[in-house]
């Protein structure tokens, strides 16, 4: 149970990743200021994070079953709480979708959305509430730098992170008038088993329904792009939990907080020009034409300070 002083933070998605990072750094903390109630929708894959805490579980470290899809679930969970007393809560539970539109079922788009959109709603939903009556508390969400930039053949998780974002930056207006704070992490790439299984899901699915070209496409540019990407500037769930750490200590937490100062001229762009053409023209060169030569690390990212590809992109495709 948490002692005097301490503050109670629960984190969803914590059986692997970002989640288990965060969970691990706060239970971890030399002060012990967090008592980190860690869940995960299966106790049966909590055997990482438990030797990952070390002694840290069973002291400063619980573990509760919960899954952001089930209404159940989450008011079990958040009911089991001393008091319901939860100081800062991480929406961190998320799964990647990638693929051609056509060859994905309307069934996995939902499940996208009731993970990544719905199950975030529905936590702050039952938490925010207490923290409204206490005027105290810190929501967080581990967003994705594609709620902010969309990315090819991410189509539906990039939509379902947009909206989260903007139920977000409309929430958070209101909650200052309570003192509670909402703050977005906005993470590139992190090597975790999001991107095992985007790899696998690339290789692998049939994604049927697709026409030949389209698939060829995504399995060559797509793929060559995306693990030129990951192998680049791909960050640790350390380093997330680094910067997550930062925003909930710091006295007057920003709302957005990018992690990976590499990709952030990738986002900029979109701000560069509001018209959206330069982003959707440079995504095309970067997808189709410097495909498997890109060196993200040093050619894209001189390519974008330089300008070349601005240039390049003036020219309709
Ligand atoms: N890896 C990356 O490159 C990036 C990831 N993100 C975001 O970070 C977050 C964490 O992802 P990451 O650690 O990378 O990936 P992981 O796949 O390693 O972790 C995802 C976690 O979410 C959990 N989860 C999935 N569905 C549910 C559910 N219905 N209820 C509760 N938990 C659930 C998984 O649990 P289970 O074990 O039960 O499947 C798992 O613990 C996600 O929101 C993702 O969108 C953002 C930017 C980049
Ligand atoms: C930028 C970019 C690409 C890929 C970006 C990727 C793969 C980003 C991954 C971000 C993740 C994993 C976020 C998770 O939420 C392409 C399409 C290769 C080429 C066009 C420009």
Do not use: W
């Amino acid at each position: 149970m948490a002692t005097e002083g301490q503050r109670v933070v629960l984190i969803t998605g914590c059986s692997s990743g970002i989640g288990m990072g965060i969970a691990v750094r706060l239970a971890r903390d030399e002060n012990q200021r967090y008592y980190v109630i860690a869940t995960m929708r299966d106790l049966k894959r909590k055997d990482k994070l438990v030797e990952a805490a070390g002694d840290a579980y069973g002291r400063t470290l619980s573990l509760l079953t919960l899954d952001v899809c089930s209404d159940e679930s989450v008011k079990q969970c958040v009911d089991s709480v001393k008091d319901r007393h939860i100081d800062i809560l991480i929406n961190n539970a998320g799964v990647g979708l990638v693929g051609p539109v056509e060859g994905l079922s309307m069934e996995d788009m939902a499940n996208v959305f009731e993970t990544n959109f719905y199950g975030a709603v529905r936590m702050i939903k039952e938490v925010m509430p207490d923290m409204k009556r206490r005027r105290s508390g810190h929501i967080l969400v581990i967003s994705s730098v594609m709620g902010l930039q969309g990315v090819a053949f991410n189509d539906v998780y990039s939509a379902s992170k947009f909206a989260i974002e903007g139920f977000c930056e409309s929430l958070a207006v209101q909650l200052l008038k309570f003192n509670v704070t909402l703050s977005m992490i906005e993470p590139g790439p992190v090597h975790t088993e999001f991107e095992m299984r985007m790899i696998e899901d690339v290789s692998k699915k049939e994604f049927a329904g697709t026409d030949a070209e389209t698939l060829h496409h995504f399995r060559t540019c797509y793929l060559t792009g995306a693990v030129n990407i990951f192998q680049a500037l791909g960050q640790t769930p350390k380093d997330i939990a680094k910067v997550t750490q930062k925003v909930i200590e710091s006295p007057r937490p920003p709302f957005r907080n990018l992690t990976n100062p590499l990709y952030t001229p990738i986002v900029a762009l979109k701000y560069a020009d509001d018209t959206g053409s330069l982003s959707v023209h440079t995504f095309y060169h970067m997808l189709y034409n410097l495909g498997g030569v890109m060196n993200v690390s040093v050619g894209l990212m001189k390519c974008l300070s330089c300008g070349c590809i601005r240039k390049r992109t003036i020219s309709p495709i």
